[in-house]
């Protein structure tokens, strides 16, 4: 078959990390004789320097046109510095998951045994944890008005806002991860609290009055944070609004000691995309160091959430695998020899 994948490399280690995994995506469709066509875009920092906008049309169109959308790293540390820049690099991934339509983030969170020990858990905590939060992406204070600042500027507002149908579309995917998984579904919330965290709550027990096979149960927000280091082992999956999402995964990313290896994919109305969910690393920007393992984790959840090729995608998985366990691994992991970045990508490549 024949696929049309739009690149979007983005900034710092983006464009390094994101060759490894066509690499591997080359390799993919040599083996299972299927051809992709790259097309590379421009988003983040590097598209406001070229085009003054960090989600520029021509990038949204090619997005709409492909079959699914490899993404990189955006963020710069020279706005991160500047509170008062006006075009900010993550304003195009917001417009691009509001204009794509992606409202869903999925991230896996799975341990690799060769790294537990640098998990900030004890092992006995961590070892074989194993969930998934799906956390709402379009919704919530990202998005809701009114915001802003009184004209004296003293005064700063933010809006959270969620509609029923928001929620039960968000909702709908947890349950079906649930169905397809463990079938434990954590709904995450400040129900005690929030008016959008009642409707959410409110339309999960609806919903789950039609799903008796999933195990429903409710958390607050933050108890949830509290549990995911106490008893990471205990969720399947969780599905919760977007900032509270936002938090969560990324402390449940570190839990596993496996940053550099987590991979992430939004999806929603059009297009999909895949990203692995570290950030794009200034400090090692060009140096060939950076772990391009989470990229090519997301490539293997390109292949099989947004082409539908489950072998191809375990074809990856199992080469990630071996690479770690024969240590063709990037610094930040090696206990020998240290390898490249492309080095690693090579490897996989020839050894898929
Ligand atoms: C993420 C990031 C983004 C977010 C930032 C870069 C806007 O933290 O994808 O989790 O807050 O959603
Ligand atoms: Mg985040």
């Not at 709908?172 to 991860?177: D, H, I, P, S, T």
């Not at 990856?316 to 071996?322: A, G, H, N, T």
Request: with cysteine.
């Amino acid at each position: 078959m024949e696929y049309k994948i739009a690149v979007l490399s983005g900034d710092g280690i983006g464009p390094e990390i994101v060759e490894q995994a066509i690499k591997v995506l080359k390799a993919v469709g040599k083996k299972f004789n299927h051809t992709f066509h790259f097309t590379q875009a421009l988003v983040g920092a590097i598209a406001i320097d070229q085009m003054g906008d960090p989600f520029p049309e021509e990038t949204f169109q090619l997005c709409m046109d492909s079959d699914a959308v490899l993404f990189g790293a955006i963020g710069d540390p020279k706005y991160d510095n500047d509170p008062k820049a006006m075009v900010r690099p993550e304003q195009g991934l917001l417009a691009m998951r509001k204009k794509l339509g992606l409202y869903a983030n999925i991230r896996p969170v799975t341990t690799f045994p060769s790294l537990i020990h640098k998990s900030p858990l004890r092992t006995d905590l961590v070892e074989g944890a194993d969930f998934v939060v799906v956390r709402e992406l379009t919704g919530g204070i990202y998005f809701g008005e009114p915001r802003g600042r009184s004209e004296d500027l003293n005064k700063a507002y933010d809006t959270c806002v969620y509609t029923r149908p928001e929620v039960e579309r968000i909702l709908k995917l947890g349950f079906e991860y649930a169905a397809k998984r463990n079938k434990q579904l954590t709904v995450v919330d400040k129900a005690n609290i929030l008016a959008t965290s009642r409707l959410w709550r409110e339309t999960a027990q609806e919903m789950a009055l039609s799903h008796p096979e999933i195990e429903v149960d409710y958390m607050f927000v933050d108890n949830a944070a509290m549990q995911i280091i106490q008893w990471p082992k205990k969720f399947d999956v969780m599905v919760t609004e977007n900032m509270f999402g936002d938090i969560l995964s990324d402390e449940a990313s570190v839990i596993t000691g496996s940053l550099g290896l987590l991979p992430s994919a939004s999806v929603g109305i059009h297009t999909s995309v895949f990203e692995p969910i570290h950030g794009s690393y200034p400090q090692a920007t060009g140096k060939d160091i950076a772990n391009p393992l989470a990229t090519v984790l997301s490539a293997a959840m390109l292949l099989e959430i947004a082409l539908d090729l489950t072998v191809e995608a375990e074809s990856v998985r199992e080469v990630v695998d071996r690479s770690m366990s024969e240590g063709v691994v990037t610094e930040d992991i090696s206990e020998g020899k240290a390898y490249k970045t492309s080095e690693v990508g090579d490897w996989l490549a020839k050894n898929l």
